[in-house]
């Protein structure tokens, strides 16, 4: 089915990623109709229509669904229950399921392993005694990790030593979680994917991702010779796991390169953060294409438009450098309109294009 340009697209959540993805919408005519629990995260500014709703309120959801043509979203933590009941009277992509694995590193994890992937060692904890049982398991250095809503680096504890239990299973406030060996990886990078309803799919250039504190600090593209073999590997994996969940719009995977391969991350069934250089960097950013298979339009090309790519989230006060960045031919600066620059916040990126 073709949702033509003019109709209106709905975006759950009012982030950045929605600001983004409206603005690529705007650009081939449509309207964008933003529901979100609160009105100043970037994306309500820039649409046509905005609601502020919880994203638990069933019955708000359903009347926003009743008032456009399709339904996606752009932040995970939406409940999957009051998605699925709108999906049944109005198209809505990604898929409701993709959403519900995503949502919890356990249920993800056991379905790459399914589809193939190579997550690295974790182990299931339920409770105080489980973390024991599972450091035994894993050993360390690991991370603890809430199972569920965890974002940016939140619901993550460190343990360097098996002495440091304790303080990680209050750091995680005693969530069901999972424990994960640390890795020790020569680098990080995404593969950012787009799924039409036809099955078309198609993936930029892999990049390379820089976290500092669980936060995405930089992008590159394209990564280098050595990662090939690892992107392939990835990729493959991404392919195999979008035709499986039926999946249309963006589907991003991150990985850690070690040992030769891609060791998987984590899978988000949106646009993703490490794909925003692709605005200016690539024929057709991870935005438009996005809005090109949730209205079954066809894809567009995703070559880099130059040698390089490398996007600079601007994090908290960083933001404030805008002037700075403007001098710079090369950069092409974002920001996202949020009234406060809390620590940690992103409230901007910049993108560079390079020789
Ligand atoms: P996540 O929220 O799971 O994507 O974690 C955020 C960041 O923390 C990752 O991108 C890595 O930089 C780091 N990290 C997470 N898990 C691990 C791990 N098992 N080993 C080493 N670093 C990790």
């Known amino acids: 089915m073709t ?29 964008c109709h933003v529901y979100a629990p609160e009105e100043d995260g970037g994306a309500a500014a820039v649409a046509a229509r905005f609601t502020k709703g919880a994203f638990d309120d069933a019955a708000a959801l359903a009347r926003f669904a009743g008032e456009v043509d399709v339904v996606t979203y752009e932040f995970e933590n939406v409940p999957v229950a009051p998605l699925a009941a709108i999906a049944a009277r109005v198209p809505l992509y990604p898929p409701v399921e993709a959403l519900g694995i995503a949502q919890d590193r ?27 049982a599972a450091l035994a398991q894993i050993g360390a250095p690991a991370i603890l990790k809430t199972r569920r809503f965890g974002y940016d680096g939140k619901g993550q504890a460190r343990i360097g030593a098996p002495d440091e239990a304790e303080a990680a299973w209050e750091a995680v406030q005693g969530a069901p979680s999972l424990l994960e060996a640390f890795v020790r990886f020569d680098a990080e990078f995404s593969i950012l994917l787009c799924r039409g309803a036809d099955g078309e799919t198609v993936t930029w250039d892999a990049p390379v991702n820089r976290h500092e504190g669980g936060i995405l600090v930089t992008s590159h593209a394209p990564a280098g010779a050595a990662l090939a073999p690892a992107i392939a590997e990835g990729e493959a994996l991404a392919r195999r796991v979008a035709d499986a969940l039926g999946h249309v719009g963006m589907l991003t995977m991150e990985f850690f390169a070690a040992d030769g391969g891609a060791l998987f991350n984590e899978m988000a069934p949106r646009v993703h953060n490490s794909g925003h250089w692709t605005i200016e960097g690539a024929l057709t950013s991870q935005f438009e294409n996005h809005v090109r298979a949730i209205c079954g339009l066809p894809l567009g090309a ?30 092409h600066l974002h920001l996202y309109g949020k009234s406060e620059a809390r620590p940690g916040r992103k409230m901007g990126h910049v993108t560079r294009l390079l020789d």
């Open 3 to 31: 949702i033509p340009p003019g109709a209106t697209i709905g975006i759950v959540g009012g982030g950045q990623l929605g600001r983004m993805l409206a603005m690529a919408a705007a650009q081939l005519g449509y309207r």
């Open 106 to 132: 356990l249920s993800e994890k056991i379905f790459i392993l399914r589809h193939g992937g190579r997550p690295a060692p974790f182990a299931r904890v339920d409770d105080r005694g489980g973390l024991d």
């Open 302 to 331: 995703t070559g880099l438009v130059v040698p390089r790519v490398a996007m600079r989230n601007l994090v908290g006060g960083e933001a404030d450098s805008w002037r700075d960045i403007l001098a710079d031919p090369a950069a």
